[in-house]
């Protein structure tokens, strides 16, 4: 694994309700290596979400950091004031979302976005300012740039959004960018079209990509390295090859054969019952009620991320076996 | 969670609300038991202890007729709480059914009851209740008609708009898809579920019904002299402000003043409350 | 052939206002017919804006259609006063994408489920409580949910309930209108497996309306392609995901990000996005998107022409056999 560019440490993060502190992460570790794309997926309410939230610091109350590390390049994120973090924020890191057109100004044409976004970011104005702008809504394939300079959002698709929002992410060089749910409101064929920017954007810029999903081929088309997340915790985190060739946690296993497929007869596998409450988690494992693996211990005992392979971590007692996998399950 | 256990919780988190609360349950109290607590027949008057200051036999003080004013001002919580909840009520029932049926038809009907509600509304409010309670003469009746008729199309415009999104909320098609009639899928699917914000302002608007109906008696087109209605009672003791006789009108007022703000408080923190976005 | 429901030419336009006087009509559906056949599912598929969910509203008369005629069973919907419409309802039911947002939050599951059978003069009392109960057998639901309001149930449990309440009247045939899209992967494959159970055990009929290839693949028999407002394609299942014949149906099927590496062998990267159905092309409404337009394409849509056994598709070049699927050509349109 090549070195670190973010090292999330045993980070807790909950929101207080009525009943009860809901933890929704709960110890979270995972390392993100430079360079690469990361897909963080899991079902809802596994804390993906609110993993990146808390890794930009963007809790609001009722919801809170609870504890733990958030190691950027080597500086410790919670430890930061608010006006550092601000710094950080969309220069070093910065993050899209899945309605891209929520995420601009309705009022503000793209230009006059993009030219504020230069002039407090990094300082350029008027003529610079307008050719820079161009020059990044080229990086983002949106070819007719004097049309679009000129566009408020809501005379741009969802797709083209995506992109100015995209656009806007460069303008400040950022080293990594957290696309949250960035595809799941597009249509495939536009899906494809962001996934392709993206992948083309890590390679030219050594751009780190984290991208949360809940949809498997989203990460299989784009990510080197897979973490899948189950009630709060990491469940399984190995390169992307290995987690859709041999998956090792039973629940990313039963995950990518309930998907149907071309090839499905009968009965698709399933995952028994569903995703736990966090407020009532179960002892032991949280995902043993569910799991077709489960033994007497896995209520008891919880189970630590271990590494059954140098870069393949498994927080299972009884995982799954390479070869008893595959064909037979899908 | 509970209903209960997440209500108790949204008052913790929400102090201001309970004192809201308490105001609202005290007053509601004095209005009831009014004939216990008042040590005076609100009515009888006394030649003898004319405009006497506030003291040990009278709290409150005397009018120009010797009426006891904290006799009156308690007896003034019944009459004006219940001008508040009849006009309330009429304007909430009428204006409520009036704009569901506006938002669910829509159409030709929708525009004819929202052109109506237009112009109810392009009156100063408390100018067309002082003509509808002109137009029907002084009386406590009159007073609730009038108050209850200029408040009617703020609940109309606020059923319309939330049955206009209803409407075409996914379980209003399955309403349908099911074999509901139109009129079932108004009155058992859609109403129910308008009826939160409705609250949340007639809780508000009872504040405000207090100050017209206050008003309209003040300038002698509500319930009349002698009755023990505050704005009559402040009308009553106007004339005595100059000569340095505040009491008559200021007890009356601060009653007012309570009441109004009593109901503003409970009506926020049921906003809070009833409103998930706002928790 | 046996259909249970027929749907012919359906049209549904909307008057929309384009600036302060002008009325612009925005047809949403644009003359589509179709035909699902007893005990089987058709499949509709298409993205965002293709008119899929407005035909499953407008098939149900829950939504009025602008022209058109959808016959069930011998019977034109079209022609129903509303009682007799009310009545035949019984038989068509309808199961919503947003579980949340489809039940009256007002109301029990159990009260839910309950209502079409009074509505219907099936079951009343204690024995519409049996059949509900009963009912929530069939849909992996116990007793204890009976008294459930919708808020104390999770997204798969709420979504069983809507499925409970549309087989209640006892119907032959439902329309699914992306039954499991606001749902967990694991929750989706437990209700793909339910609906295809209660298919086989209660002989219902399924139009099933989806944006994802892959689950329209597990449950349909037949597809129907969409794109702005008609059917581009049409076939049986397995034929049509293995040699799809509009270049449409292509693009799409290629672009569905999959789990196995390797899978495509061929992609076809689409230019631009869908146009809006306000400004759609005058010839083939996808020719500004598509590898293999010709002028001809920009000039005149095709309409669905056999294409094969069983099969319709609607392109000029396709039904030529002009196409090398290898080769993108892109032509731009003449000015």
């Not at chain 1, 959002?153 to 949250?180: F, K, T, W, Y």
């Not at chain 1, 409450?277 to 799991?291: A, E, K, M, N, Y």
């Not at chain 2, 009014?34 to 009018?63: I, Q």
């Not at chain 3, 005149?300 to 030529?320: I, K, V, Y």
Request: charged share 15%; aromatic share 6%; glycine share 10%.
């Amino acid at each position: 694994m090549t070195e670190p560019i973010l090292q999330i440490e045993d980070l807790h993060t909950g929101f207080d309700t009525p009943s009860g502190t809901v933890r929704v992460l709960r110890g979270l570790t995972l390392a993100i290596p430079h360079g690469q794309a990361v897909g963080i997926v899991g079902e809802s309410g596994s804390g993906k979400t609110v993993t990146a939230l808390s890794i930009m610091r963007l809790i609001r109350p009722p919801g809170r950091i609870a504890g733990g590390r958030v190691l950027f390049q080597g500086r410790d994120l919670l430890a930061l004031s608010e006006q550092e973090m601000e710094g950080v924020r969309g220069r070093q890191i910065a993050m899209i979302f899945q309605q891209p057109r929520e995420s601009l100004n309705p009022v503000l044409s793209v230009g006059t976005q993009m030219a504020l976004v230069l002039e407090r970011h990094v300082g350029l104005m008027g003529g610079a300012a307008a050719a820079r702008s161009r020059e990044l809504l080229r990086q983002v394939e949106l070819s007719d740039s004097d049309r679009i300079v000129r566009a408020y959002p809501h005379e741009l698709s969802g797709g083209m959004c995506q992109r100015v929002m995209i656009a806007l992410c460069l303008a400040c060089n950022p080293a990594l960018l957290i696309a949250d749910e960035a595809t799941t409101a597009l249509d495939v064929t536009v899906q494809l079209q962001i996934l392709r920017l993206l992948r083309r954007l890590q390679q030219e810029f050594g751009l780190t990509l984290i991208i949360i999903t809940h949809n498997l081929g989203v990460v299989a088309e784009l990510c080197q390295w897979v973490a899948v997340m189950y009630a709060g915790e990491l469940a399984e985190f190995a390169p992307a090859a290995q987690i859709f060739r041999a998956p090792r946690h039973p629940y990313t296993a039963r995950l990518l054969a309930c998907r149907p497929t071309g090839a499905t007869a009968g009965d698709l596998p399933v995952i028994p019952g569903a995703v736990p409450d966090l407020v009532t988690l179960p002892p032991g494992c949280p995902f043993h009620p569910r799991c077709h693996r489960a033994q007497a211990m896995c209520s008891d005992e919880h189970p630590l991320l271990a590494a059954l392979e140098p870069d393949h971590h498994v927080r299972c007692f009884f995982p799954e076996e390479v070869q008893a996998w595959t064909p037979s399950l899908r | 969670m509970g209903r209960l256990a997440g209500l108790s919780y949204g008052l913790r988190r929400n102090p201001i609300t309970i004192i809201g609360l308490a105001m609202l349950g005290a007053l509601v109290a004095v209005a009831l038991l009014a004939p216990v607590l008042a040590p005076y027949d609100p009515y009888a008057t006394n030649p003898a202890v004319s405009l006497r200051p506030p003291g040990p036999g009278h709290l409150f003080g005397t009018d120009t007729f010797g009426h006891d004013i904290f006799s009156r001002v308690l007896y003034g919580a019944r009459i004006d709480l219940i001008v508040a909840a009849g006009a309330v009520g009429v304007a909430m029932v009428l204006g409520g059914l009036l704009g569901a049926v506006a938002g669910y038809t829509g159409g030709w009907l929708d525009d004819g009851i929202m052109r109506v509600m237009d112009m109810l509304q392009a009156f100063p409010n408390f100018i067309l209740a002082l003509g509808i309670a002109a137009a029907l003469g002084p009386s406590l009746t009159n007073l609730i008609i009038a108050i209850g008729l200029t408040n009617l199309p703020i609940y109309a415009r606020l059923v319309r708009s939330r049955l206009l999104t209803l409407r075409v909320s996914g379980f209003a098609l399955a309403a349908v898809s099911v074999g509901n009639p139109p009129w079932r899928v108004l009155l058992i699917h859609l109403l129910p579920n308008s009826l939160a914000p409705v609250f949340i302002q007639a809780t508000l608007q009872s504040g405000w019904a207090i100050l017209q109906a206050a008003g309209l008696s003040f300038i002698g087109l509500g319930v009349r002299v002698p009755t023990p209605e505050w704005g009559v009672m402040i009308s009553m003791g106007v004339q005595q402000l100059t000569s340095g006789h505040w009491w008559v009108s200021f007890f009356p007022g601060l009653a007012i003043m309570l009441a109004v703000i009593s109901f503003n408080l409970v009506g926020d923190g049921l906003q809070d409350l009833l409103d998930p976005r706002r928790r | 052939m046996d259909a249970v429901v027929e749907v012919i030419e359906l049209r549904k336009h909307y008057g929309v206002s384009a600036g302060l006087f002008r009325r612009q009509s925005l047809a949403a559906v644009d003359g589509v017919s179709l035909a699902v056949r007893s005990g089987e599912t058709l499949g509709v598929v298409g993205e965002s804006g293709s008119g899929k969910s407005t035909l499953g509203r407008c098939l149900l008369r829950l939504e009025e259609p602008s022209a058109g005629r959808v016959v069930f069973r011998g019977t034109d919907l079209m022609l129903l006063p509303g009682d007799r419409l009310r009545a035949l309802r019984r038989h068509m039911q309808m199961v919503f994408q947003d579980p949340a947002d489809s039940l009256n939050p007002r109301m029990t599951a159990g009260q839910t489920v309950m209502e079409p059978m009074a509505l219907h003069g099936l079951a009343h009392g204690a024995a519409a409580r049996q059949r509900a109960v009963e009912l929530f057998g069939m849909v992996g639901l116990s007793d204890a949910h009976l008294d459930r309001y919708p808020h104390q149930l999770s997204g798969g449990q709420q979504q069983r309930v809507a499925i409970a309440r549309a087989l209640a009247p006892q119907p032959d045939f439902i329309v699914l209108d992306e039954p499991t899209s606001a749902l967990d992967v694991s929750i989706q494959a437990q209700l793909l497996n339910l609906l295809r159970d209660l298919q086989k055990r209660l002989g219902l009929s399924y139009l099933f309306i989806s944006h994802d290839l892959s689950v329209v693949q597990y449950m349909a028999n037949h597809v129907a392609v969409m794109y702005l407002g008609r059917i581009i394609e049409e076939g049986p299942t397995q034929d049509l995901f293995a040699d799809p014949r509009h270049p449409y149906t292509r693009a799409l099927l290629s672009a569905v990000p999959v789990d196995s590496p390797g899978e495509h062998t061929q992609r076809i990267v689409l230019r631009g996005e869908p146009p809006s159905p306000l400004d759609a092309p005058r010839g083939c409404s996808f020719a500004p998107r598509c590898p293999w337009a010709l002028q001809r394409c920009y000039a005149e849509p095709q309409t669905l022409q056999p294409s094969g056994a069983d099969r319709l598709a609607a392109c000029w070049r396709s039904a030529a056999g002009e196409i090398d699927w290898t080769r993108p050509e892109h032509v731009e349109p003449e000015a």
